[in-house]
């Protein structure tokens, strides 16, 4: 047999058939009788037949690549997700290709520009901003662009989203701080421009209220969360000499740092404080102590927007529907019932 890459002629005469069906048994096998294609097929790999993605995609005008954004791809909470998303394309026939946004606006217009010239089929989209002003909408901000899947929801533009649901998450982490005991209590927040920071800081701000618990406003942080962050807010709750008995904070990430920042002065946790983080990462289990938090299931969540893309580009029935995920509670030793009456209550 020749060197040279055989050709769809050369599998057609070799398997008895016509080129027309090679060429739908690679792009529409479900057209043709299953013992021809499968003859097709047993033909095409004894040649050493490999199909031409590119050149397919190209006359189909859709492309087999995915694209997944996200802000910040070194963020270790991407990673499960990340594994969620590829299986789930790899069992569809998708290859992926991942991008790093970081927030800014040139790298968010070049992605774009890929999705726009069909360079990829579809977009998940894990960021904190991005393609409000950079993909087609209409008027009443109803998107009328090429197939994305939005993972937190964005405000100015509809997009078919698959999000978890942040408020249930910030009501369980205040529901569990006030089964316990406490009641005086701080957030360590998000920056509240970012959708799922916002509904974590609404859903537990809602359920105090509920609770008769009054919100200390003049005591919450706010900041870009990352470790630096936590170990910067345990040095401001410090310098206020007024430790409240538990905190609420919006990532694991910075929940690590803080608890650093506070065992490192010589507080007890959760003796003198109950910590309490949010995602339930991997360290959070063995962190020292073990760290309170709220579990966001990633890998199914990039399951299902995956999923949730397919659909679009296969223009099943139901596919623009949201898709909310809930977090789960997991207790772990830094949270207690507070030892420890707080000067603020003492105060009341």
């Known amino acids: 047999m ?178 316990l005991g406490h009641r005086d209590i701080v957030q360590v927040c998000g920056p509240l421009q970012t959708n799922g920071f916002e509904r974590r800081y609404h859903g537990f701000s809602q359920t105090l209220k509920n609770a008769g618990i009054p919100l200390q406003k003049d005591r919450e942080l706010f900041g870009h969360l990352s470790v630096d962050y936590g170990l910067d807010a345990a040095k401001q709750l410090l310098a206020s000499g007024n430790l409240p008995t538990a905190v609420f904070v919006h990532n694991d990430e910075t929940a690590t740092g803080l608890l650093h920042g506070l065992v490192s002065a010589g507080i007890r946790v959760p003796e003198d404080i109950s910590v309490i983080g949010f995602d339930d990462m991997p360290y959070a289990a063995v962190f020292n102590p073990g760290l309170t938090s709220i579990r966001l299931p990633r890998r199914e969540w990039g399951r299902l927007a995956c999923r949730k893309l397919v659909s679009i580009l296969n223009a099943e029935e139901g596919a623009d529907q949201p898709i909310i995920i809930a977090p789960e509670l997991i207790v772990r030793a830094s949270t207690a019932q507070p030892r420890i009456t707080s000067s603020s209550e003492a105060s009341t």
């Not at 043709?32 to 294609?37: C, F, I, S, Y």
């Not at 790298?107 to 409000?132: H, P």
């Open 2 to 179: 020749s060197s040279k890459r055989p050709t769809v002629k050369e599998v057609a005469k070799e398997a008895g058939v016509s080129i027309a069906t090679v060429s739908r048994a690679m792009s529409r096998p479900e057209d043709v009788k299953e013992k021809t294609r499968e003859h097709v097929f047993e033909v095409m790999k004894r040649l050493g037949y490999r199909a031409n993605q590119a050149a397919g995609d190209l006359r189909r005008g859709r492309s087999k690549t995915l694209l997944v954004l996200v802000s910040e791809i070194t963020n270790a909470f991407f990673a499960e997700f990340f594994k969620g998303v590829e299986e789930e394309a790899r069992a569809h026939g998708y290859v992926l290709l991942i991008g790093d946004t970081s927030e800014d606006a040139e790298s968010e217009r070049a992605f774009s520009d890929m999705l726009l010239m069909n360079k990829a089929g579809g977009l998940i989209l894990n960021t904190n901003g991005f393609l409000e002003d950079l993909l087609p909408s209409d008027v009443d901000g109803t998107y009328s662009g090429p197939p994305v899947v939005s993972c937190g929801g964005h405000k100015e533009i509809e997009l078919p989203t698959v999000r978890t649901d942040d408020v249930l998450g910030g009501r369980l982490a205040a529901g569990h701080l006030i089964e």
